[in-house]
């Protein structure tokens, strides 16, 4: 993770220098929990995933997801069980599903949004 990584991520704080303060104060708080070692780790790992809980609200999935629940919901839809999204996940989660990624075409440009 170079500067090319995370310049584009941390470019909004340039708006706002208190906030890239902030997050400064944050990664050094995690670079020194992660010097004490394993306990240090855990508790890196689990800040860390606060933090990604958090941000779900602010990407398109939190929006899509929601519009999904909507739709599986509605009464006029009326999906049959095998297009619940519980058993869509539960197929996924299987154990020994080979797991792709497949790369899609996007018509949007480098790191731009919808």
């Known amino acids: 993770m170079n500067e090319d990584f995370w310049q584009p991520i941390l470019e909004p704080y ?8 902030a ?11 992660l010097a004490r070692g394993r306990k240090g780790s855990k508790e890196v790992a689990q800040s860390l995933e606060n933090g990604i809980r958090e941000l779900y609200q602010y ?3 939190h929006q899509a997801c929601f ?3 909507r739709r599986t919901i509605s009464p006029d839809v009326g999906l049959e069980p095998r297009f ?3 058993m869509i996940l539960e197929e996924l989660d299987k154990p020994g599903r080979k797991r792709t990624i497949k790369k899609r075409k996007s018509s949007r440009g480098r790191g731009g949004r919808r």
Not at 14 to 21: D, E, R, T, W
Not at 23 to 33: N, P
């Open 14 to 21: 340039a708006a706002a220098p208190s906030l890239a303060f």
């Open 23 to 33: 997050m400064a104060q944050t990664f050094a708080m995690l670079q020194r929990a």
């Open 59 to 61: 990407t398109d999935f």
């Open 67 to 69: 519009r999904l629940y």
């Open 84 to 86: 619940d999204p519980t």
